[in-house]
């Protein structure tokens, strides 16, 4: 199983999700694989307009996107950002052959990539090393469970707190 694959399963499901926040996440995947590119990501868009009604509602939007969109996306609104990191280059060359459906030049091409992403590593709020699926999953669950139990993510907070505070007479 692939990190990329158990995110896509956790942000589909209602499950973690809604069992600490309330509200289902919602992955939408941008970038080469899931469609335009982030060049096409107009204020006006259909998927800016879902991401600003999740945003609305309090659901949490998760973008698989390098870090060229990532950028862009913080010029647009505020963020928190994760960085997946593989546990060293050796491990990521070998499961990307792992695979099996590239060819050698592909391969090398994926890494170069790469190390050109990683490269960026400093720009993200959070780093998660993926040395297994099983913990990588757990540090981003962690992460998000914090963020949304930050004051301002709590949308029904201020009422909760006023219907506390009444006096009881």
Known sequence: ASLRGAL???????GFATRLYGAPAEFMDKGPAGGAGIGDFPSGSSLWL???ACLAQG????LDIDW???RQIRELMPTKSIFILPPSREELERRLRARAQDSEEVVQ???AKAVEEISHWEEYDYVVVNE???SAMAHIQRILHAERFKRWRQLDIGE????LCKSSA
């Open 8 to 14: 896509d399963s956790l942000f589909r499901s209602t």
């Open 50 to 52: 879902r991401i600003q």
């Open 59 to 62: 659901i949490d939007v998760f």
């Open 68 to 70: 060229q969109g990532a």
């Open 109 to 111: 091409k994926r890494m």
């Open 132 to 134: 297994n699926l099983d």
């Open 160 to 163: 909760f707190v006023r219907n």
